[in-house]
């Protein structure tokens, strides 16, 4: 019924929806008390405060106040934006109620796409599980650091915890390196490197032809056409050997590729290795994992970092590694 009143223009919808006793208080227009009456309703008189001074929160609250309390009492209070594209999780009770859902959270924090994040990342390739539940159109285009990165929400996974490390590869020195990103995704990595830190070439692979489509978008968006040399495909098959730095920004199974990274690094070159490690063993486990592929003496950790929380006692580091 509220829908209705707001569609029909009797509801003031930037007005407060308030609850009573099994009842809904939806403010109304001056002068329309009859066709409310005309549709069964009771009209009374109550005081009425604006929307835009409350939070967004509460507002989307108010705004779907008319769904079963079970749904409400669960709806998302935090989100993430990419670009005007809203990104929130939903529970179950909120499935058959997406479009309503979708269509409030897009009014009331100005979003042109609402999507749900509807299960965990999966497969080798990391693909999302995100769908749209308001508008037509996931692409979005993320600012971050002087870096503009276009992607697919629903097809791309944008990893936001790592921004801090993005930054930190804008800083590096690499002035005429050659630099080979395994994992390259979107240019999480390649593009900060590029544009900021004055290599001779980077070299960007990635095997996900969805991730590659975006990357060779972005490095056309962020003027790095010359510098950087996109390869789609598996990084165990590069030819390349005598790279400067070698950037490893995968999880989990990175080290199932350190091998063919000593196969392209040269001796005095820089592997930047991300892992996933439980946080009192992260040390042992770099030491173990280097030391079974360059032997005892030939490597040196110079600087470990904890880029996020991954789980429980578990976080994301990134190790920088001299290779002797």
């Excluded at 549709?39 to 008319?66: C, D, H, W």
């Excluded at 749904?71 to 499935?95: C, H, Y």
């Excluded at 173990?288 to 003496?297: A, C, D, K, L, Q």
């Amino acid at each position: 019924m509220i829908p209705l009143l707001i569609s029909n223009g009797i509801a003031d919808p930037g007005a407060k929806i308030s609850k009573g006793k099994g009842v809904r208080y939806v403010p109304i227009y001056d002068g329309r008390e009859n066709d409310v009456t005309k549709m069964g309703l009771t009209v009374v008189n109550g005081q009425a405060f604006t929307r835009s001074a409350e939070s967004p929160q509460n507002r989307i609250k108010e705004r779907l106040a008319y769904l079963p309390d079970h749904v409400t009492n669960e709806l998302p209070m935090r989100w993430e934006f990419v670009g005007d594209i809203v990104i929130l999780k939903l529970q179950e009770s909120a499935e058959r109620y997406r479009k309503e859902i979708g269509e409030a959270y897009a009014g009331e924090l100005n979003a042109r796409t609402v999507c749900a994040d509807v299960g965990a990342v999966s497969g080798e390739l990391r693909k999302p599980n995100i769908e749209m539940i308001f508008g037509d159109n996931a692409e979005s285009v993320r600012l971050e650091n002087g870096i503009r990165y276009k992607f697919d929400v629903t097809k791309i996974m944008f990893a936001s915890g790592n921004t801090d490390e993005r930054n930190r590869m804008s800083h590096l020195d690499c002035k005429n390196e050659v630099v080979i990103d395994m994992f390259a995704g979107i240019g999480y990595f390649t593009l900060p490197i590029a544009k900021f830190t004055g290599p001779a070439r980077v070299i960007a692979c990635e095997k996900n032809p969805d991730s590659f489509y975006y990357l060779q978008e972005n490095i056309h968006m962020n003027g790095v056409e010359n510098i950087v040399t996109p390869i789609l495909g598996d990084n165990r098959d590069l030819d390349i050997k005598g790279a400067d730095r070698i950037i490893m920004g995968y999880v989990q199974r990175t080290s199932e590729f350190l091998r063919k990274a000593k196969e392209m690094i040269r001796p005095g070159g820089t592997i930047h290795y991300h892992d996933t490690f439980y946080v009192n063993e992260y040390q042992e486990r770099l030491n173990s994992i280097f030391g079974e592929t360059f032997g005892p003496n030939g490597y040196e950790i110079v600087n470990i970092r904890e880029v996020k929380s991954f789980a429980p006692s578990v976080s994301h580091y990134v190790a920088d590694v001299i290779v002797l």
